[in-house]
């Protein structure tokens, strides 16, 4: 089959970013998604226009609404877009006594009781995925980047693919499940896997052979189309960009800027070196396979197989030079205030261990730790 790749403007990018509702009171999930949408639409109509890009749209369980911006130049921009939706949904939510909670996971709402959205592709993956599927009350953000020719896509992919424990450790904000630790920084990562197509994306050495495994999955029943493809790192050929999608649901407005301005200032790095007839390296998908276990297993604390002599080094200490090298692109890109904000979240804490201290300081007791995360997401901006 021909897959079309529609090329973006270099670097462009849009994000989404997936939150949960939660009552005042109890700060268990609240199904009333559709309520909220809703009553949203009902106020401001423009988010209910229908197209490629929906500000606010429902996902997969009713306790969900995703926040969606066009298509932005800069960082920045999609902030702002992301706090007006946000802003937005809170004149909905706050006299009905709901919060917003920004995480990878629940820390004890218990996924049986969780209800999916009334839609037959929604009822499709219960059905093929049974007990696994019923388990994805998980949360998370994507950013799409633009990328501006079709040979680019598959080499901008294995780069991201380089990176995706830095992302991950980085994100990681879902270490309790069912209220019990899990252990891990980013129990939502290992979720999400267990559906057939999620997880790590294959290696392709040409555009083809990616078309001909994508027929593979039409003729053989397991998609549908394209998307259902739910590769952590993905092309997006309609929209002409890759799609990162390794990252927990971050908690603050500012963690979403810093994640989209990391991605975008890498992806726009890997574009530069193929102009410059450079090589993205490839390493071997054990390695990859091993990196993300060890990410979101111990978070910034995971120490990563960076090149295929299996050389390793913390994944701080690799950041740390990493945004040194991009800072003077974040200065072009207009990103280096949230690019900056990466080295304030190493330097403190990140959501997965934030979410420990809070339990720890308040004797085990899980419900503080939801406050804590809705607090931050009204404050910190």
């Known amino acids: 089959m021909q897959i079309d790749f529609h090329s973006s403007e270099r670097s462009t990018l849009g994000v989404e970013w997936e939150v949960a509702l939660v009552e005042r009171e109890s700060g268990e999930l609240a199904p009333r998604g559709q309520e909220v949408l809703d009553a949203l639409v009902a106020q401001h109509p423009q988010f209910g226009e229908e197209g490629d890009h929906p500000h606010v749209t429902g996902e997969f369980l009713q306790n969900t609404v995703e926040m969606v911006t066009g298509v932005c130049d800069t960082v920045g921009e999609a902030v702002d877009q992301l706090a007006d939706t946000q802003d937005r949904i809170r004149e909905i939510t706050d006299p009905r006594s709901l919060e917003i909670f920004g995480a990878g996971t629940h820390p004890f709402s218990q996924w049986a009781d969780q209800p999916v959205v009334d839609k ?36 901008v992919l294995e780069g991201l693919l380089n990176y995706y424990p830095h992302l991950l450790a980085l994100s990681a904000n879902s270490p309790y499940w069912c209220g019990q630790d899990t252990g891990y920084a980013s129990h939502r990562a290992l ?11 294959f290696h392709f050495d040409t555009w083809g052979e990616y078309e001909s495994y994508v027929n593979d999955l039409i003729q053989t029943g397991v998609i549908e189309e394209i998307s259902e ?3 952590d790192i993905r092309p997006v050929p309609r929209f ?5 999608r390794v990252c927990d649901g ?6 979403v800027g810093a994640i989209a301005a990391l991605t975008q200032c890498l992806v726009e790095s890997f574009s530069r070196s193929l102009n410059d007839g450079e090589t993205i390296p490839v390493m071997p998908p054990w390695h990859h396979q091993e990196n993300k276990w060890r990410a979101a297993r111990y978070g910034l604390e995971a120490v990563v197989i960076r090149d295929t002599r299996n050389r390793e080094r913390l994944v701080t200490e690799d950041l740390a030079d990493l945004l040194t090298d991009l800072e003077p692109l974040a200065d072009e890109l207009g990103c280096a205030r949230e ?3 990466v080295e304030t979240m190493m330097s403190g804490a990140v959501g997965y261990q934030r979410q420990r201290r809070v339990a720890r300081e308040n004797g085990g007791d899980l419900r503080a730790v939801v406050m804590d995360i809705v607090e931050r997401n009204r404050s910190e901006r």
């Open 191 to 201: 979720i999400f896997q267990q559906l057939s197509t999620a997880g790590l994306p």
């Open 250 to 255: 971050p908690s603050t407005l500012r963690e």
């Open 240 to 244: 002409g960009t890759v799609e990162m």
């Open 120 to 155: 037959e592709r929604y009822f499709k993956v219960l059905d093929r995925a049974q007990y696994w599927g019923r388990q994805m009350v998980i949360f998370g953000a994507h950013v799409h980047v633009g990328i501006d020719h079709r040979d680019k896509a598959l080499p």
């Open 229 to 231: 493809n739910r590769w």
């Open 339 to 341: 690019l900056a904000h």
